[in-house]
């Protein structure tokens, strides 16, 4: 079992930034890819972002690259997800979760229904 607990969301500028943290309890926070999703008030979860075990392979939507940033801290049991140059269209609540497959035997990143573990999610808020 594997507990999710995310931070860091808040209330910013657009053009601000804020950094995302999600700390895994456990001894085998390495063996899971974990991954960031949002939901938007209205809208379905939408992936953002995801990392393998080893942090070696990211993966991102669209509507963020080259402005997120994906990062993991093994000794740590912690996921991050540094949020540049955020729009007011970034603004949602923002999930990590937890995949025990490996990356690799995958072959591609986790689809959410894969996700074993889940956070209770972090709000954030873009003003305009």
């Known amino acids: 079992q594997v507990q999710l607990v995310e931070s860091g969301g808040g209330l910013v500028q657009a053009g601000g930034s804020l950094r995302l943290s999600c700390a895994a309890s456990?001894?085998?926070?390495?063996?899971?890819?974990m991954g960031w999703f949002r939901q938007a008030p209205g809208k379905e979860r939408e992936p953002v972002s995801a990392?393998?075990?080893?942090?070696?392979?990211?993966n991102y939507a669209d509507s963020v690259k080259g402005r997120f940033t994906i990062s993991r801290d093994n000794a740590k049991n912690t996921v991050y997800l540094q949020m540049n140059s955020l729009k007011p269209e970034d603004t949602a609540v923002y999930y990590c979760?937890?995949?025990?497959?490996?990356?690799?035997?995958?072959?591609?990143?986790?689809?959410?229904?894969?996700?074993?573990?889940w956070g209770q999610g972090t709000q954030v808020t873009v003003s305009s």
């Open positions: 456990g001894r085998t926070f390495s063996t899971y890819a």
């Open positions: 979760a937890a995949d025990r497959v490996d990356w690799y035997e995958r072959r591609r990143r986790p689809l959410e229904y894969e996700y074993d573990y």
């Open positions: 990392i393998s075990q080893s942090g070696g392979i990211t």
